[in-house]
């Protein structure tokens, strides 16, 4: 049998967990043979659908005039509230979403409604001509106002442990603060793009770039006004996600839905980059304010914390988001008596939604810079406070949410990465080049992660999956994951493969699909493999138990004497490759396919009160970064980044550290030049790449070296490996860090540098400081 030209020979002796095997579409993705949602032939039929967009703020929708769009080549009609059969709020927790807006507007960009045409440019060029009489509100554009006004999405949460007021009273120092912190923009490569097909008996067909297709498949059904069972949603891939495809594809496959329901016609609905910026919700952009107080070697006593998160107009995810900013607020270090306090604010600004870290890099950030305002002033080495305050193994090593850390690498991870970066040496030669230099200044910071892996939603912490083998012995497997770039796909073939003993090769994984796996939770919150990777073990275990007992009977022995590896099955007295046994199975009617569930284990938490064990374990990491700034222009570059993470045992080694690299720079882009930027009217000025930027290949250290922690995650995880989608986008702050570090670049007061750290934004804060 020919391997797949999609992989690579190796050894048949290897396992195939624990190697780096490629991406299973790095090839055709390469080759331009990868198959993305805007790729798929189009029906014959099929039309196209462009947004028709509000440019106010706020307003009375009063009247939407389509008149000349509709009059132009091509054009079929329009798609408003009006034509919505089912439901026209968007099915989410909350339900304060319209589909369409009904008779007010929110936000500029808010969709109206829809242009449908016969191609893509004619929806588009129509839809730019429709004309909306809106009758102007005032507006809340700005996290202040919000919290002055009183404008929430949902209620304020407040936890508390212990007396902080005294704790900061009686403290020998107190140290008071501010911060700002933008959102960011996905800016995934695959735009959003949704494809509906009407099928026969009132049934749907939706191809969509989601990283959630059984919500997708809630929200149509609840459109349109069907059960769930009547539409089936399908994603192969997507070109990049990173949370921004969690809840808003729904809307796209929605609005395309509807569009189809209305003409009776397959519709495709691929937004353009500047709509997609317009319309789309970004990372929550976050204020802060602090009272903190702390003794003469840095230790916190007591913490006063406010986080304010803009949400947008509508609560989308905010909720939770805003809930791990509040888990996240202690990062590495334990605080003994502290009260965090989280504001929802509504703003009229795009629905802001999950972004890689999903709130916990807002959390983190705060402590970090209270951390750093410490050390410069008392005049100590930023890590040393770190390490003051770092949670211990057998004391201080309770949240404030009430979860032990079990699992506590912090110190001798910290120490490590001390070691092997040369940080002590180097911290020397950056005061000699700071005192010789005058305009170019340097820094460097070390910060820790802790990050917990699980949904905070419980029930979410659940997987499925299936597995088929045909009877020349290959494999299928389909589970509830989505692949987004992340290499989940070929985690979980080569966790199959082991479980039956095949080369990796002989194992295929399909697309994503509703009508295969049901209500399969969304690819986020680090738990893509943890979750399917260990649904598709179980599946695959239950064919070889079968297996196993059926050779069991065949030679007289117990079912556990009988092994699977390299591509044989052993029994004793007897060895018969996979292919034979397979074909023998058949033969005698046992069952080559099964299903597999899991759910985490240990995890309880109560949402009212924040308090309990919402994560399986923590995912540990560090980071030591060297920056430079031009003092005159503002300009910074980074110099050297050293990292060392820990992701248990790796399933795939590659695959992780280019997760770490990918995480760290997307992170690096946040804290530095990803900045958004509306204007006094409301209006997303920063909505292509020409004035939006991320961080590019010249951004990229020379010096950037990744190194995994030797240890396997404690807790029976698939493989002993540990999730590392989110955790390492958090080893940025350690730009951030050092940025605030060649600021203060000798011992003085805090630094107050808003993020991202641009070079404007670098200048205010070293003009604040002459």
């Not at 009758?135 to 009183?150: F, T």
């Not at 389909?478 to 989940?488: S, V």
């Amino acid at each position: 049998m020919n391997a797949p030209d999609n992989f690579v020979a190796r050894s048949a002796s290897q396992p195939a967990t624990g190697q780096s095997h490629p991406h299973e579409s790095a090839r055709a993705q390469v080759a331009g043979a990868a198959t993305y949602i805007d790729d798929i032939p189009e029906v014959k039929g099929t039309l196209h659908a462009a947004p028709i967009l509000s440019s106010v703020a706020h307003g009375k929708l009063r009247a939407v005039d389509a008149r000349t769009a509709l009059a132009m080549p091509g054009v079929r009609g329009v798609v408003l509230a009006a034509d919505i059969p089912g439901d026209p709020l968007l099915a989410t927790f909350v339900h304060d979403e319209p589909i369409f807006a009904i008779d007010t507007v929110q936000h500029i960009g808010q969709v109206v409604g829809l242009v449908v045409a016969r191609t893509v440019m004619e929806a588009r060029r129509a839809a730019r001509q429709v004309k909306l009489d809106i009758e102007a509100l005032p507006a809340v554009l700005d996290v202040r106002d919000a919290l002055a006004a009183q404008s929430f999405v949902l209620p304020p949460v407040t936890v508390r442990r212990g007396e902080p007021e005294r704790g900061i009273a009686q403290a020998a120092h107190q140290l008071t603060g501010s911060l700002e912190v933008g959102g960011q923009e996905h800016f995934y490569l695959e735009g959003q793009v949704g494809y509906a097909l009407p099928l026969e008996q009132d049934q749907w067909w939706i191809h969509s770039s989601t990283q959630h297709p059984g919500e997708v498949q809630h929200w149509v059904a609840h459109a349109l006004g069907l059960e769930n069972s009547a539409v089936k949603v399908e994603c192969r891939r997507m070109g990049g996600g990173f949370g921004g495809k969690e809840t808003q594809a729904g809307h796209i496959a929605v609005w395309a839905a509807l569009a189809a329901h209305k003409f009776k016609r397959p519709v495709k609905l691929r937004l353009d980059r500047d709509d997609d910026f317009l319309v789309t919700g970004k990372r929550h952009p976050f204020a802060y304010d602090w009272q903190v107080g702390f003794d003469a070697n840095g230790l916190i006593t007591g913490l006063k914390l406010m986080l304010a998160a803009n949400c947008g107009f509508s609560a989308d995810l905010s909720g939770p988001v805003a809930d791990r900013a509040v888990f996240h607020a202690d990062n590495a270090y334990f605080l003994s008596d502290v009260e965090i306090v989280s504001y929802r604010c509504k703003t009229n600004t795009q629905s802001h939604t999950a972004f890689r870290g999903f709130g916990g890099p807002q959390g983190m950030i705060a402590i970090e810079a209270i951390l750093g305002d410490i050390a410069r002033h008392l005049g100590l080495d930023a890590l040393d406070v770190r390490v003051r305050n770092l949670y211990g193994i057998e004391e201080r090593n309770t949240t404030h949410y009430q979860m032990t850390v079990e699992d506590n690498i912090l110190a001798p991870l910290l120490s490590r990465l001390e070691t092997t970066s040369a940080y002590r040496a180097r911290r020397q030669q950056i005061a000699k080049w700071n005192a010789d230099s005058p305009v170019i200044k340097r820094g460097m910071a070390i910060t820790p992660v802790k990050f917990g892996i699980s949904f905070t939603a419980t029930f979410f912490n659940q997987a499925g999956a299936l597995v088929h083998v045909y009877t020349d012995g290959s494999v299928q497997v389909n589970h509830g994951g989505t692949e987004m770039g992340q290499g989940l796909n070929t985690k979980v073939a080569q966790v199959v493969a082991d479980e039956l003993g095949v080369p990796f090769e002989r194992v295929r994984v399909t697309a994503a699909d509703t009508s295969k796996v049901p209500n399969a939770s969304a690819t986020a919150a680090s738990s893509g493999t943890d979750l399917n990777g260990r649904a598709a073990q179980f599946a695959a275990r239950q064919v070889r138990d079968r297996l196993a007992a059926y050779v069991a009977d065949k030679q007289n022995c117990r079912p556990e004497q009988v092994l699977f590896a390299r591509g044989q099955v052993s029994a004793p007295g007897a060895v018969i490759a996979w292919d034979q046994l397979v074909d023998d199975a058949y033969h005698s009617r046992v069952q080559l396919w099964s299903d597999g569930f899991y759910k985490t284990p240990k995890i309880h938490y109560d949402k009212h009160t924040l308090t309990g064990r919402p994560f399986f374990y923590f995912a540990y990491g560090a980071a030591c970064t060297e920056v430079a700034i031009d003092t005159l222009t503002g300009e910074s570059r980074v110099l050297k980044v050293d990292i060392l993470h820990d992701a248990g045992t790796p399933i795939n080694p590659a695959i992780d550290i280019g997760q770490i690299e990918g995480g760290f720079i997307q992170g690096m882009g946040w804290l530095t030049t990803e900045q958004l930027v509306w204007n006094d009217q409301g209006l997303l000025t920063t909505h292509a790449p020409s004035t939006y930027k991320i961080p590019a290949a010249g951004d990229v250290p020379e010096h950037f070296k990744v190194a995994l922690w030797p240890e396997a995650n404690r807790e029976d995880n698939v493989g002993g490996s540990k999730a590392v989608g989110e955790p390492p986008f958090m080893l940025a702050i350690s730009v951030w860090e050092a940025l605030r570090d060649a600021v203060a670049h000798h011992e003085g007061s805090a630094v107050r540098l808003d993020a991202p750290a641009t070079a404007e934004n670098l200048l205010r804060a070293l003009r604040a400081r002459s």
